[in-house]
T-cell receptor, first 113, second 115 residues
Framework: GAVVSQHPSWVICKSGTSVKIECRSL??????MFWYRQFPKQSLMLMAT?????????EQGVEKDKFLINHASLTLSTLTVTSAHPEDSSFYIC?????????FGQGTRLTVV | AQSVTQLDSQVPVFEEAPVELRCNYS??????LFWYVQYPNQGLQLLLK??????LVESINGFEAEFNKSQTSFHLRKPSVHISDTAEYFC?????????????FGEGTQLTVNP
């Protein structure tokens, strides 16, 4: 199956700083990628849909100015958590649209201290 | 809109016992159905999918799921589980007309296999 690589796998940052998470499709071109957030013991919550060359579409309740998404190429989408706060601590997962299914990255554990 | 209900949040079983993880969905349009598995601190891996054709689909590691249109169900089964099957399992659907697009997930079922 297609491979999606997400980096970093974990990151610790100080409150008020920004953190960038990368999501790469390694062996295929992903015109559409998705960013999810997952709280402990819960399901995935879709944050936004990222389309190559255009603005991301955010789900209701997700602050677009806080969670900046850039999809500048067919193989890379980035999520930047700006001015991070402890409540932003979570597990973030990206996925890339395939022909029928989605392919997921390994996830990024963000801890804001 | 679509919705997915996983009827059991936790399923503890003993090694080599059979297991069934239940999934029901609701949708006004045709959907594709998926089971994903998530190990601790990792992303999701596709376990199996139903797109069309035979209603029984199988994975390479012994899991199978059966699509039942009349009951709108897609239950996951394995006749004999291993310790290594311990993980979180998510049932998901996507609209056929937007295949490969956004998924609607169930709440997940934690399968714990005990020795």
């Amino acid at each position: 199956g297609a491979v999606v690589s997400q980096h970093p796998s974990w990151v610790i940052c100080k409150s008020g700083t920004s953190v960038k998470i990368e999501c790469r499709s390694l062996d295929f071109q992903a015109t559409t990628m998705f960013w999810y957030r997952q709280f402990p013991k819960q399901s995935l919550m879709l944050m936004a849909t990222s389309n190559e060359g255009s603005k991301a579409t955010y789900e209701q309740g997700v602050e677009k100015d806080k969670f900046l998404i850039n999809h500048a190429s067919l193989t890379l989408s980035t999520l930047t958590v700006t001015s991070a706060h402890p409540e932003d601590s979570s597990f973030y997962i990206c996925s890339a649209k395939g022909q029928f299914e989605a392919f997921f990255g390994q996830g990024t554990r963000l801890t804001v201290v | 809109a679509q919705s997915v209900t996983q009827l059991d949040s936790q399923v503890p079983v003993f090694e080599e016992a059979p297991v069934e993880l239940r999934c029901n969905y609701s949708s006004s349009v045709s959907v594709y159905l998926f089971w994903y598995v998530q190990y601790p601190n990792q992303g999701l891996q596709l376990l199996l999918k139903y797109l069309s054709g035979s209603t029984l689909v199988e994975s390479i590691n012994g899991f199978e799921a059966e699509f039942n249109k009349s009951q709108t169900s897609f239950h996951l089964r394995k006749p004999s589980v291993h310790i290594s099957d311990t993980a979180e399992y998510f049932c998901a659907v996507s609209r056929k007309e937007t295949s490969g697009s956004r998924l609607t997930f169930g709440e997940g079922t934690q399968l714990t296999v005990n020795p």
